[in-house]
């Protein structure tokens, strides 16, 4: 039976600006009205590297580039991922040809995107069937190991759009202030995942954070994942209603891992997963560091205060915790 | 901390002065258990609290270089705090002033957490998670060949023993080990001459040194335990 595909734009990395985003870690598709993890079913994930030099970067230093993000999550804790690099190609990424291709693509329109990755989509499985990188020739790009001032790290951006090939969407972990042209700027992250890039010759992206990992260990457990790790479950209300799009935030005081997630229905019920089994400090905050509208289609609450959980939080291993409910209350 | 060493310091004063009152007291004879007989005390017992770690939870600021300064996000100090709890134990004695013993104990400690350093929340503590606390220890007890009374000898004590605690609703175990040295006062009620059945109080003040367990740093702990039972000689 020849599968329905559909063609998904999605994803961007940008620059002191927001792009949507799909609600957690994960990307979703929507199946018989249900919503559905887009994700690989086979691997190894097999890709192709443009053979284009791009502004700083040679097609060569591209593909080092990318091998090493590629490898990086790979090695991902608790994951099995395996990509395999299958040679150089004059395609362009985006064109719907079968193959999953990363490269240079001239996009001048798109003055504030780093980078993008596109889908094509099995719509009966939600399964990935091709899915394709670009990065943006309108900024100079780098591979120096030192992070080059000016120019935009290359492996940072490459396993942050590696992350959306996978089915990860953009994380919220972290702090923005306005700049004086009505963007926003990084402040500080808890994820590449986090939309939006850091400044240009920083390099501390090359590495994933737990929150990454928690969602790639979620989309692609490696054996025994799902008995080693727990959940925590539980509600976020305000005056007693369920509290849509509260962004909640999970801390393991022993290991210093951060991992978020948003209460995502109406009754504003949440589950954070693949945590490493123990207590947990849990933190509600508003989306206030980005455009609501940017992570959600619906309008959300964040007239309310950053709320702590009335106590710890233990994650069981193989399990979840009984749901907590957490009470937030108006600024 | 401070407070903790004040009260081992106390708990060797204490112990100095009973040997100090004790010496002139030593011509008379001193009560003690019978050889080779068991001894059962059952009681309550108090733990002091005593910190398990603080972490802060931080992301990557956005400056160049591989390992930028952290942005703190708030901090997070955790505490076991003081708590009540239940003790038995048994012993064998083994000349008339040492015995061995293996005792259990019982409580339910709460894990207060202090959050601190966020920008947008006050400093303020949470409520706690509750555990539920075990601890089997083995040790031995030596009576100190002093009599403060007729009635009263001081002992000393120390041993080790397992440690399982279980987080709030079970759901986790987390197990360790425990040291401990200390003292204490044993009053015969009844007995004490060593060839009759014997009754009557004990108390206990020790120092307990804790590794693992629930802790959010690899450090070893140090609390004070102190212990009050009735006790039977067999």
Redesign the interface.
Known sequence: MRPAVAWLLACAVTVGAQSPVSAYLKLGSSINGRITDVSWQQQPIRYFVTERDGPGVTAAELRGAIGRATATWQNASGANVRFEFLGSTSAPPGEVDGRTTLGFLDRPDLDRVLGATSFLIDTTNGAIVEADVFFNTRFTWSVSA??D?GRVDLESVALHELGHLLGLGHSA???TERTSTGGR??????AVMFPIA??S???????L?PDDIAGVADLYPAAGQLDST?GITGRVTKNGQGLLGAHV?A?N??T?A?VGNFALNMDGEFAIVRLA???Y?L?V?PLDDADVESYFSTAIDVDF?????????????G?S??PIEIKVQPK | MRCLGAWVLGCLGALVLCAGSAAFAQNAEAPALRKHRVTASGGVTWSGSYPIGEATATYRTNAPGNTPPPFTLFSAASTVDAVAGIEGRVGFTVTPDLAVEAGVSFARPRVGIVIASDAEVAPHALEGEELQQYIVDAGAVWQLPLRLSRRVRPFVTGGAGYLRQLHQERTLVETGQVYYAGGGLRYWLRGGSGATRSFGLRADARAMWKRDGVDFEDRTRLFPVVSVFAFMGF
Do not use: H
Not at chain 1, 201 to 207: E, H
């Open positions: 030192q992070g001032a972990l972290g702090e700027r990084v402040v500080a992250s808890g850091m400044t010759g920083a390099i501390a992206d090359r590495t954070q727990g935030v801390f005081p022993e210093g951060i089994p123990g207590p400090v933190r905050e205060r950053v709320t702590y959980a009335p106590r710890a939080v233990v994650a069981p291993r399990g915790s009984s």
